[in-house]
């Protein structure tokens, strides 16, 4: 019987029958996905195009700002303005790698990507996340040092162990999204390449792939513990010490000028835990395509655009370097 051929689109199709279900699976190695992005909400694609290109722009011109205002003010030459503009190129190509995808869906309604293209940008978003899990924990490691061993901050956090950290994070972060990313481009996919999402995620590849994605899962929960949880756990205890050492402090505007040394991150990372924990660690049974849609739009979106707010409006030392800017 002849199956229809999508005009634009290489297919090759062929049936494979499952041994044990009798289930005829129908196959295809493609050149293209289809996104469907928020195709049911047509309605919207106006005023969600203008909202989610104001926010990109914002994003990226507040990060882009507040790598310029580290870079430029002797004041901000410390350590944790060091992790801090690290964080703002990572939600730099957290954005950029999702959200130009995203204003072409909302305005078109369906978008076209090749397989290559959907490849490319799963690695890459794979890998600025694992890179935000080992750039927080440096960070943490960094407020646990500057309070509890206050004496010796400036000894342990010298400039070595600063770019040691920071080189650690970015290429364990490439090398890390690496396997997930050849084991899914080696699935065959069925005949229906739509996807319902608006990037390349995980979630919505395994869901559209034919063959047995066992291995895959179990790299997948194999990275989840080496990278996320062991991330979770390093920071968590790094804040068992420092809310420790916070409440040994006798004053009360001592405890408080410590705390606010470590809020502006702390926000950040309860942030951040909570999307991943909403996101990927619900049971599967569970998931739904559409919610997953919704949170990844809080993830990969708004979180980035929180970020650089969280930072300067938390943070007096920006405060008063953008001061000094401006006069």
């Known amino acids: ?144 040092v500057a309070i509890c061993h206050p004496l010796s901050y400036h000894l342990v956090m010298n400039r070595e162990t600063c770019l040691c950290l920071a080189l650690t994070a970015w290429g364990m972060g490439f090398i890390a999204a690496f396997p997930l990313s050849v084991l899914i481009s080696s699935l065959c996919f069925c005949s229906s390449i739509e996807i319902n999402h608006f990037f390349c995620d995980l979630t919505p590849l395994l869901a559209i792939a034919c063959d047995d994605t066992t291995t895959t899962q179990y790299v997948l929960y194999t990275e989840g513990v080496l990278f996320v949880l062991s991330c979770f756990l390093l920071t968590l205890i790094s804040y068992i010490y420092i809310i420790s050492a916070i409440l040994k402090i006798s004053s009360r505007d001592g405890r408080y000028k410590a705390f606010s040394t470590c809020a502006s991150h702390l926000n950040i990372v309860v942030l951040f835990y909570l999307m991943i924990a909403c996101m990927y660690m619900k049971p599967t049974s569970s998931y739904s395509l559409d919610e997953g849609k919704g949170l990844s739009v809080l993830y990969v979106i708004i979180i980035p655009m929180l970020n650089p707010i969280i930072y300067s409006l938390r943070n007096n030392d920006v405060k008063e370097a953008f001061m000094r800017l401006t006069k």
């Open 1 to 144: 019987m002849a199956l229809p051929h999508d005009q634009g689109v290489s297919v090759t199709y062929y049936v494979d029958t499952d041994s044990l279900t009798g289930k005829n699976l129908t196959r295809s190695n493609q050149n293209e996905f289809m996104m469907l992005g928020f195709s049911n909400h047509q309605e919207l694609k106006v005023p969600l195009f203008f909202l989610f290109l104001l926010i990109y722009l914002f994003t990226v011109l507040s990060n882009f700002f507040i790598i310029g205002l580290i870079s430029i003010d002797s004041h901000l030459q410390k350590p944790m303005y060091f992790f801090i503009c690290n964080m703002s190129f990572i939600d730099i190509g957290y954005s950029t790698v999702t959200t130009p995808n995203l204003l072409q869906l909302v305005f078109n309604g369906i978008k076209r990507i090749s397989f290559g293209g959907c490849m490319t940008q799963l690695y890459f978003f794979n890998s600025f996340g694992s890179l935000e899990y080992m750039l927080l924990t440096s960070m943490a490691y960094d407020r646990y």
